[in-house]
């Protein structure tokens, strides 16, 4: 392939880019952009810098067996709960031992294969008993909660508590956190405001269901088992933190209009960064009103001012999600889940699909987000089918995702393709365990992956850089990511191959002269003054070509200012 577009003239992209910094405004530091002494760089939020793995703490590893509580609930007991589906298969609404303890003893596993921060799902206490109310569960079954337990820990009953099956006697929150920090590893905390715990339909009124507890310990809310138009906020104080009406299943629906509820739920959130939360993802964002994320996010970055904070917005349309991040509305980045519809499409049939359906969904221009390099990226969670793709799809996603723009997320065991192609009740999040932690190092796909997110943490071009698509088509992906600042000057060139057979490139588009390093290899070459760079890509392979230094392609540098003018 050779790259060779015309390119845009340098004086049509200079005054572009000088009208555009005439109209930033105050974050301008965290945009994309060009600035009046001619630095480079896509974002510069510290958090970009890090990539993301993703544990269900209670489904990962059990680290601490005195601390499972097996007979707790009694006659609504929360151990383990099977739901059995066809041909012996299996999944589990109780709990089944993960804890914190579990995840600092695979730290070293987690960091050596080139991640930098653990997000894990809420901490909070939930209740004690398995619910009795709503419809039951059933194998693979969907929006009913009758017999589930809050192992995952969004059912919270007290903001401010720790569950009991996740901390252990010698291993506080604020003591994991800290002995994370020591392994090179940040803590991503899961934060909730539009709801507590299931809070009605129960055949009798359980103890913690509907409930809600201050730090001191101290009742201050309760649904009392009535459906929320039978609530009285009116003559029963204990019902004022809930709207008289549904939201979510059975979920009590939290009245984010109470300034004592927000009160509450931001005070949390403060209290969680005090126990060491270096960053926070927010669960159902859209459900709660953009006026309670911009006083929460004033008054976390008030006493934080790098905080980050990435919301789910289940929602394919950017121009949704995007709300979210704008300054206006508390300027809280978001899942890409534009981006992860179309990984799907593309990596679960690598062979039949057209890397052309990525690029529609990067916007690097004319985009509705504050930011597209602050994203956060991934394929799958817990919250949908795993991605049903071969060894080989998998790693052509990761070699796309820990290359492009935006902070890339892996769920735990997709570097083993635990589960795959599973949704919520039918094995997406069944227990990992140790064993096969313990065997994964041999896995191609855990090899692959530690191979590439590995050197983009060593790679601030991938971690910051503005992107510039040379060709995104077929089976066949190349781009530039380019940071120049006073920092930093790097260049990387990014070659990618979906395909069965080998790739060859040439690419003399927007090349700088200079030594070329080829960072999973380690070969060098040295280009020449309008030279090209050539190479050949395996099948399902990548290769990330680095240069350091300033930007000397004045072509380059026009394309650049003209792309970020319009971003």
């Known amino acids: 392939m050779l790259f060779n577009r015309t390119t845009i003239a340098l004086t049509v992209a200079t005054v572009l880019c000088s009208a555009c910094s005439s109209t930033a405004d105050s974050n301008a530091s965290n945009r994309a952009q060009v600035t009046g002494n001619s630095s480079i760089v896509g974002t510069q939020t510290p958090f970009a810098s890090e990539s993301v793995y993703f544990v269900v703490t209670d489904r990962f590893v059990d680290g601490d067996a005195s601390n499972n509580h097996v007979d707790q609930g009694g006659e609504h007991p929360t151990w383990q709960l099977p739901l059995e589906g066809p041909e012996g298969k299996k999944a589990y609404v109780g709990y089944m031992g993960g804890d914190l303890k579990g995840i600092l003893d695979n730290a070293e596993y987690i960091k050596d294969m080139g991640f930098t921060a653990v997000w894990m799902t809420p901490v909070h206490d939930n209740p004690d008993y398995a619910f009795n109310g709503d419809e039951p569960i059933t194998y693979g079954g969907a929006f009913k909660d009758g017999g589930k337990t809050g192992y995952h820990g969004y059912w919270a009953t007290n903001f401010y508590k720790a569950d009991e099956h996740l901390i252990s006697e010698d291993l506080s929150v604020s003591d994991y956190t800290a002995k994370m920090r020591e392994h090179g590893l940040k803590s991503v905390f899961d934060i909730v405001a539009n709801h507590g715990t299931p809070s009605f339909t129960m055949e009798k009124d359980l103890p913690g269901y509907g409930e809600l507890y201050d730090k001191e310990g101290n009742l201050v809310a309760d649904h009392q088992n009535l459906a929320p138009e039978e609530l009285d906020p009116e003559n029963n104080p204990l019902h004022a933190f809930f709207h008289n009406y549904p939201d979510l299943v059975k979920l009590s629906n939290l009245d984010d209009e109470n300034p004592a509820v927000r009160d509450y739920l931001i005070n949390s959130y403060l209290h969680w960064i005090s126990q060491g939360a270096d960053a926070f993802r927010i669960d159902t964002i859209r459900h709660v009103p953009h006026s309670f994320w911009r006083e929460a996010s004033d008054r976390i970055r008030a006493q934080n001012p790098d905080f980050f904070m990435f919301g789910e917005a289940f929602d394919y ?251």
């Open 317 to 567: 349309e950017a121009n949704n999600i995007a709300q979210h991040t704008l300054e206006k509305n508390g300027g809280v980045s978001v899942l890409d889940f534009p981006m992860q519809k179309a990984m799907v499409s593309v990596f679960e049939k690598p062979l039949e699909s057209d890397f052309a359906d990525l690029e529609k969904v990067l916007h690097l221009t004319h985009g509705p987000y504050k930011n597209p390099y602050e994203l956060t990226t991934f394929y799958d969670n817990h919250d949908m089918a795993r991605i049903n793709a071969t060894d080989n799809g998998f790693i052509n996603a990761h070699n796309w995702l820990f290359t492009v723009r935006g902070i890339p997320v892996v769920y735990m065991g997709s570097e083993i393709g635990y589960m795959r192609g599973t949704a919520e009740h039918a094995g997406n999040r069944n227990y990992v365990g140790q064993e096969r932690l313990n065997k994964a190092k041999t896995h191609p796909i855990q090899q692959a992956l530690t191979k590439i997110a590995n050197v983009r943490k060593n790679t601030v071009a991938l971690q910051r850089g503005v992107q510039v698509n040379l060709e995104l088509e077929g089976h066949s992906a190349a781009f530039y990511r380019v940071v120049d600042t006073n920092d930093a000057q790097q260049t990387a060139l990014v070659l990618l191959n979906k395909g069965e057979s080998a790739q060859s490139f040439e690419v003399n588009e927007f090349m700088q002269s200079g030594q070329w390093v080829e960072q999973l290899s380690g070969q060098t070459v040295n280009i020449a003054n309008d030279g090209a760079l050539t190479a050949t890509v395996a099948p399902n392979g990548v290769q990330v070509w680095v240069r350091e230094g300033k930007v000397s392609n004045s072509a380059l540098r026009a394309q650049i200012e003209y792309q970020l003018a319009r971003q």
